[in-house]
């Protein structure tokens, strides 16, 4: 099955916590502390595997996590990284920030890209000592790996789209001009996925032509397959446009024309400015007025014309040899510049804004964020050193900022998941 779009959620691993410990030997007294830190959480990587064709393997599973770090341990001893989570990937596919849209990644240039990098470790116990604070009982706890919801979006990477309506042959044409194997039957909708085929002209010299299925009147609205694979002309260099001109199906290949290039305008505009030629199929069905009538139509629009019989292979290679002269003049297949996500969109659990929220209720101001949870867990209350720790935590964060702002006043109570303390300024 050929899915080209899946969802899914990525967090990189948590930095594992610093260890509170101190140093315990024979014949010496009051080692001092030792504990040592934790180790960084493994990073989400994407990776292109050139095996991959489609995003099938994400139906299922929607949520990648990687290895957390190991905690400190005594004697020094930092905790081990956690390992790197790889995710394979079809080259080409683009990766998408959910909640903005905003591209993170093309993997159409690069083989590797880090989504979310792990948390940092935490600091063991042995940083905090100083002259006046020889024996710190607390330790820092790890840092969260990045979280992320992206969106997996394989847009082919082909020189050349085929377009035009259902049953004109498009398929027969590739299947002549290259090595793909595209199912062909006498019926529309026979290609239900897109299908690409290796072009050669000559030793070193060939392009990547991609059958686009599912156009028809409406297809910009999405119609018929519409959306699922337009999406897929927009890399291609330039498009054949493949037209019944005998009109075997009751259409009019004016009309068939207009229509296509009507419905490529509804769903990006861009896309009506890629360079583009015609090529009248079934020219064997037509009449002489209708070949003549034709080719006059699209000639007038400035348009390059190539009658074909494409079973027969009448008329194809001059159209290709030509298609080939094409893309030597023309850029290369086109790149999604990374883009800046947006701020509110970035939180503490992708290491870079702390979250939290204060409420007041019944004389008590409440304070809750994911990230004080660990914290709150590491401290004794009765213990000064920590107390003073925790202190720091609430300023740096703009905890104590925001208490202000509401109005707490020396003597408040302020609770943090059930740890409660008198305000002081």
Known sequence: MFVDKAKITVKAGDGGNGCVGFHREKFIAAGGPDGGDGGKGGDIIFKVDTN??????????????????????????????GEDLVIKVPKGTVIRESNSGAVMADMSGIDEFVAAKGGKGGWGNVHFATPTRQ???????????????????????????LIGYPNVGKSTLL????????????????????????????????????????LIEGAGDGAGLGHEFLK?????????????????????????????????????????????????NKADLATEE?????????????????????????????????????LTKLPKIKQYEPEKIPEEYLTKKNGRKQKFTVTYRDGVYYVEGDWLINIVNRID?????????????????????????????????????????????
């Open 175 to 214: 299947s002549v001009v290259s090595e793909a194997k595209p199912q062909i039957a006498d019926y529309h909708f026979t290609t239900l996925s897109p299908v690409l085929g290796v072009v050669t002209i000559g030793p070193e010299n060939s392009f990547v032509m991609a059958d686009i299925p599912g």
């Open 52 to 81: 991959l064709s489609t995003l099938s393997d994400f139906r299922y599973k929607r949520k990648f996590e990687a290895k957390p770090g190991e905690p400190g341990r005594g004697g020094k001893k930092n905790g081990k990284k």
């Open 381 to 425: 209350p009765e213990d000064y050193e920590t107390a003073q720790y925790l202190d720091r935590v609430l300023r740096s964060s703009g905890i104590i900022d925001e208490l202000e702002k509401m109005g707490i006043v020396e003597g408040d109570t302020v609770n943090i998941y059930d740890i409660e303390f008198e305000y002081i300024p």
């Open 135 to 161: 024996a710190p009982r607390f330790a820092r706890n790890g840092f969260p790996g990045e979280t992320w919801d992206v969106t997996l979006e394989l847009k082919l990477l082909a020189d050349v789209g």
């Open 232 to 280: 897929h002309v927009e890399r291609c260099r330039m498009l054949i446009h493949v037209v019944d001109v005998s009109g075997s199906e009751g259409r009019d290949p004016k009309e068939d024309f207009k229509t296509i290039n009507s419905e490529l305008a509804k769903y990006d505009r861009r896309l009506t400015s890629l360079p583009q030629v015609v090529a009248g």
């Open 290 to 326: 209708q070949r003549r009538d034709f080719r006059k139509f699209i000639e007038d629009k400035g348009l390059d014309y190539y009658e074909i019989c494409a079973p027969i292979s009448e008329g194809t290679d001059e159209l290709i040899k030509s298609v080939y002269e094409k």
